[in-house]
């Protein structure tokens, strides 16, 4: 089957470019972050590097609210019953609200204990401290945009999401200079400029899905149970997977700043690269929810194997255009020459592990447009299971940064070869969401 002729091909692609939008616009916010505090200094970027994997690992052990309620709300479209959409959607607003406000209490009441625990001292800790305290009030607000971008995904209006993350980058990013180098606050300009965009970002959400929600205010025990049942697997598998993140933050804390910094550019791109990929895997999430909804299970799959070839050929551009811009790319974060040189000693190892996870990202899509969950937390558990120890063997001086990107790799070459036994052989979809 040719590209130019696939008719499959172009539904995913119709999909995924206002996806990739949206999704390359949402680690943007912590992109600009890094950009402008990086010339702050390297304490503060070192900070930031920490305060920020953390905030990103707690609101991502979250995301199930976005892919749980894609799913539900793709099969109950695929089916025709929009009534249903409206109740699986308000519910996941209510849910949202209650995780958002528990975040926010327990982020402004830990923040201290919780530089403490990711092995920060001195200033480094006192900036990272600041920094998760005022962004633990934009909690909720993430939330309520992680269930409003499910619905978008799962009516396949894929042009909302995109227009509204745009729109409150524009306004991080006018408002972190203002805070920054107009009212000289700091790192703690960062972190409000970047809670009232998400303010924003949540109040267009609602706006938009206001008929959506009309009449559907009310809480339903069996469609909040639903979406917690596919948000159990996703939430111990995202947990597993940033447990890895956070563990080799760690151990790079300490080591030093120097190498702490140069992750946090790596890890920043590295967030920006894996959700560019994800438009892919979400526009085949809600094209195969459609159609197991539909009860086309044949062509679900052929959806499946499309979505295969289309994440590999976005890989392999992605690493190329990394590969040309070696040289550029990290000095756009930080002017530190000790920082650049660290990030130079591991980048063809980055552009190599882009490549390969291109396939990872892409599986995980069809996986949840199957309802795959639980055999998609297994996968994680496996390949933490081998992450982990690599990562405490080899994060050492000189060359921590080297060990920690071998262990990331290590991470998502365990995740392949599971996810890739599980989607090639077809039995993805014997678990679809429309059993739930």
């Not at 949202?96 to 092995?119: F, K, M």
């Not at 006018?174 to 960062?190: D, H, N, P, Q, R």
């Not at 979406?227 to 598998?237: A, K, P, Y």
Request: glycine share 10%.
């Amino acid at each position: 089957m040719t590209f130019a002729n696939s008719a499959r091909d172009r539904d995913i692609v119709r999909l995924a470019l206002p996806a990739l939008g949206a999704l390359a616009a949402e680690p943007t916010y912590l992109l600009v972050d890094t950009a402008v505090v990086g010339h702050l200094g390297t304490v503060q970027l070192a900070a930031l590097g920490l305060a920020a994997t953390f905030l990103a690992s707690i609101f991502w052990l979250f995301n199930f609210l976005a892919n749980a309620t894609t799913t539900h709300v793709a099969n109950a479209h695929g089916s025709g019953n929009e009534d249903q959409v409206g109740s699986i959607t308000a519910q996941a607003v209510w849910l949202a609200i209650a995780i958002g406000l528990t975040l926010t209490v327990l982020g402004v009441a830990l923040a201290e204990p919780i530089t403490g625990l990711l092995q920060a001292h001195g200033a480094v800790a006192d900036h990272a401290t600041t920094y998760i305290r005022i962004s633990a009030l934009g909690a909720p607000f993430v939330m309520i945009a992680l269930a409003g971008q499910g619905w978008a995904r799962g009516t396949q209006r894929m042009n909302v999401p995109l227009k509204i993350l745009v729109a409150s980058n524009i306004v991080n990013l006018l408002l972190e200079v203002l805070f920054i180098y107009g009212f000289e606050w700091g790192i703690a300009g960062s972190a409000w400029g970047t809670v009232i965009a998400q303010v924003g970002a949540a109040v267009a959400f609602v706006w938009t899905m206001r008929d959506v929600l009309a009449g559907h205010l009310k809480i339903v025990r069996e469609r909040m149970r639903a979406l917690i049942s596919v948000g159990g697997d996703l939430f111990i598998r995202t947990g597993l997977m940033l447990l890895c993140f956070n563990g080799i933050n760690a151990l790079l804390a300490r080591v030093g700043a120097t190498d702490l910094a140069a992750n946090q550019v790596l890890f920043q791109l590295m967030i920006f690269l894996a959700l560019v990929m994800d438009s892919i895997a979400i526009a085949g999430q809600t094209l195969i929810g459609r159609e197991l909804g539909a009860a086309a299970r044949e062509s679900a799959q052929s959806y499946a194997m499309r979505v295969t070839v289309l994440s590999f050929y976005a890989g392999a551009v992605l690493a190329l255009l990394l590969a040309a811009g070696h040289d550029l790319l990290p000095q756009a974060f930080t002017s530190d020459a000790a920082v650049l040189d660290q990030i130079g000693n591991v980048w063809w190892l980055f552009v190599v592990y882009v490549l390969f996870s291109s396939l990872v990202y892409g599986w995980d899509g069809v996986m949840l447009g199957g309802g795959d969950s639980r055999v998609m937390m297994f996968v994680m558990l496996a390949a933490t299971s081998a992450c982990l120890p690599v990562a405490y063997l080899l994060i050492d001086a000189p060359h921590a940064i080297v060990g920690a990107w071998i262990a990331f790799s290590v991470l998502n070459f365990v995740r392949l070869i599971g996810n890739g036994t599980r989607v090639l052989s077809g039995r993805w979809s014997q678990n679809s969401a429309s059993r739930h």
